[in-house]
Each structure stands twice: as structure tokens, then as C-alpha cells.
Antibody
Framework: EVQLLESGGGLVQRGGSLRLSCAAS????????MSWVRQAPGKGLEWVSA????????FYADSVKGRFTISRDNSKNTLYLQLSSLRDDDTAVYYC??????????????WGQGTLVTVSS | DIVMTQTPLSSPVTLGQPASISCRSS???????????LSWLQQRPGQPPRLLIY???HRFSGVPDRFSGSGAGTDFTLKISRVEAEDVGVYYC?????????FGPGTKVDIK
């Protein structure tokens, strides 16, 4: 059974930093691209970032480029998102999601439960 | 960026009756490999999103057959043949054809 478990969310000051983690199990982690998707309170879904199975390619939404860094440790079956220079509009639930077809082949077939990041002044 | 729009944004339905959601993309979702990466996701209240349909019309594992998807190019539809209470939630279309990946604004389905 595929499981994705996010952690690391919390309350952080504007301009601060945070690292999110997503522990994966139930599939061969290093053969699938992974992504982060966020959802601001009461709002829709926004794709944030993606990383290939062997970490050789990464992609970012313009809204986070230069501030967030996606990475993975295949030896630990864990995906990360380093958030820095946080702004009020980064407040959201952050979900990790698995790509269904390997490297950047949609869809997102499994999603974690999410971790809430709240940016305050 | 590909802009995804959905209609309606809200859909009150009667239990047992059908429901239909339309999704339109600002440009064709046909990938250079010939596939069309249009997915439908369901988000029940307080839950993470869940994949329902991928590549326009393929139901994901465990998804009831009352859900169906259709369309091509830039126009797509999700249909629920007979709405059940557990179908309440927000439905999103999503394109995976090109980065940045984008979602529709969501359609809220609730019971009349």
C-alpha cells in the first residue's frame, strides 16, 4: 500500500525558513518523480515543485522559484521541500504527491495527508 | 501557462441524479507523445485530493464506475451518473501536459 506522510509544518515568522519532509512507502521510491502541491486556506490547489526520480531535474512554480528548494534522499525514501524567505501568501497546507508513470508521467496517483505551514508577522 | 477553467463552480444535486462538470484549457493538452494528460481529482471535506480519472477517461483503481470522463483537446467533462452522499466535495481538473502544472478552480458538489 502506497503511503505518503508529510511532516515539518508549523508556525513561522515572515522571512523565516522551514523544511518539510514526506516519508514514502509501498513503492519503489527512486523510480518515480515526486511533487509538492499546496492549498491556501479555503482556496484551490497550486502546484509548487517537482523532482525526478534520480534528482537530475527539478521544476518550480514562478511563485516559489529562488525561495523554495525540492530535494530527495532515495536511501531514506524521503522527499523534502526547503522553504525560505517565507511570505504571508505561502500559508497553506502542503501536500506531497507521487507521479503515476515514473519520471514526470502524470497523473498524481497518490497524495499525502498534508502539513500546514502558517506564516505570521 | 495553461489556464484551466471549470463550470459550474457550484453544483447542488439531488441524491441519485446525475451531475456534470466541464473543464476547459487555454490551449490543447495533447502532449508531443500523443497522450492527453487531463486528470480529475476529488477532495472531500477535510481530506486530501484523491485521483479519480486520468488521461481524460481512465478510472483510477477503486473509483466507482458511476464516475466517467470524456473530451479531447481543450474541452473535457466529468460525469457522475447517480450522485451519492459520499460524492460531496470539490472536484478539480488538472493538466499534466506541460510545466507549470495547473489546476482548475474547483467545482463544489453538494446535496440539495
Amino acid at each position: 500500500e502506497v503511503q505518503l506522510l508529510e511532516s515539518g509544518g508549523g508556525l513561522v515568522q515572515r522571512g523565516g525558513s522551514l523544511r518539510l519532509s514526506c516519508a514514502a512507502s509501498g513503492f519503489t521510491f527512486n523510480t518515480y518523480a515526486m511533487s509538492w502541491v499546496r492549498q491556501a486556506p479555503g482556496k484551490g490547489l497550486e502546484w509548487v515543485s517537482a523532482i525526478s526520480g534520480n534528482s537530475d531535474r527539478t521544476f518550480y512554480a514562478d511563485s516559489v522559484k529562488g525561495r523554495f528548494t525540492i530535494s530527495r534522499d532515495n536511501s531514506k525514501n524521503t522527499l523534502y521541500l526547503q522553504l525560505s524567505s517565507l511570505r504571508d501568501d505561502d500559508t497553506a497546507v502542503y501536500y506531497c504527491a507521487k507521479w503515476g508513470g515514473g519520471d514526470f508521467v502524470p497523473p498524481f496517483d497518490y497524495w499525502g495527508q498534508g502539513t500546514l505551514v502558517t506564516v505570521s508577522s | 501557462d495553461i489556464v484551466m477553467t471549470q463550470t459550474p463552480l457550484s453544483s447542488p444535486v439531488t441524491l441519485g441524479q446525475p451531475a456534470s462538470i466541464s473543464c476547459r484549457s487555454s490551449q490543447s493538452l495533447v502532449h508531443s507523445n500523443g497522450n492527453t494528460y487531463l486528470s480529475w481529482l476529488q477532495q472531500r471535506p477535510g481530506q486530501p485530493p484523491r485521483l479519480l480519472i486520468y488521461r481524460i477517461s481512465h478510472r483510477f483503481s477503486g473509483v466507482p464506475d458511476r464516475f466517467s470522463g470524456s473530451g479531447a483537446g481543450t474541452d473535457f467533462t466529468l460525469k457522475i451518473s447517480r450522485v451519492e452522499a459520499e460524492d460531496v466535495g470539490v472536484y478539480y481538473c488538472m493538466q499534466g501536459t506541460q510545466f507549470p502544472l495547473t489546476f482548475g478552480p474547483g467545482t463544489k458538489v453538494d446535496i440539495k
